[in-house]
């Protein structure tokens, strides 16, 4: 599950795998940054300072939890045969670290050895929602200007079907029926 922050990914993330387990599935909730130790750093001192580090180091630390990520809990589901429903992955990557400067195929390079998603959905909004759903304190990827670049970033991603768009602007609702629609034609499709 992609989107910019407050787009809802986490509620609908957690919603899709409650609704995967009513139908039968075998689903799990997982996020970015992880809970493990370079995720708890980045929780810490990347996302929450008030000038944005270096994007390198940024998108180096994010590559790292990424592959730790991969090696402590999603390949182990995987390999027990469940569904990983992520709240952000790869792509969160390219478009954050892309927004902010850096050479997308850089980025790719050092994310090679992520596993690539069976299927990504893209939670689409305006950046002017976004802002207004943020009640908290905001981080520092969190301004207007780069929830744009980023929101050019992950339209550009869905163009090259690489992310499949969903309207996040709809009814909390709504949105998760059209996801769990998705999701499951795919999973069907796959077992067909």
Excluded at 4 to 14: E, H, I, N, V
Excluded at 34 to 57: A, C, P, T, Y
Excluded at 58 to 69: G, N, V
């Amino acid at each position: 599950m992609e989107g910019l922050d407050a787009s809802g990914k986490t509620t609908q993330s957690k919603l899709l795998v409650k609704s995967l387990r009513k139908k039968g599935f075998d689903a799990i909730y997982t996020t970015e940054p992880s809970k493990g130790r370079i995720g708890q750093l980045i929780r810490r001192h990347v996302l929450l300072e008030e000038n944005r580090s270096s994007v390198i180091l940024e998108a180096l630390l994010f590559s790292a939890d990424r592959i730790d990520h991969l090696e402590r809990e999603v390949m182990p589901f995987l390999e027990d045969k469940k569904i990983v429903v992520s709240d952000r992955y790869l792509y969160s990557s390219l478009a954050y670290q892309g927004a902010a400067g850096l050479d997308l195929k850089w980025i790719e390079e050092i994310n090679k050895w992520a596993v690539k998603p069976d299927l990504t959905i893209y939670l689409d909004l305006p950046p002017e929602v976004v802002l207004q759903r943020l009640k908290r304190k905001k981080s520092v990827m969190e301004t207007l200007s780069n929830q744009q670049q980023v929101r050019n970033i992950y339209l550009k991603l869905v163009k090259a079907h690489n992310l499949c768009m969903v309207d996040g602007n709809k009814p909390k609702g709504k949105v998760a029926k059209e996801i769990l629609e998705v999701v499951t034609t795919f999973l069907l499709a796959q077992d067909a």
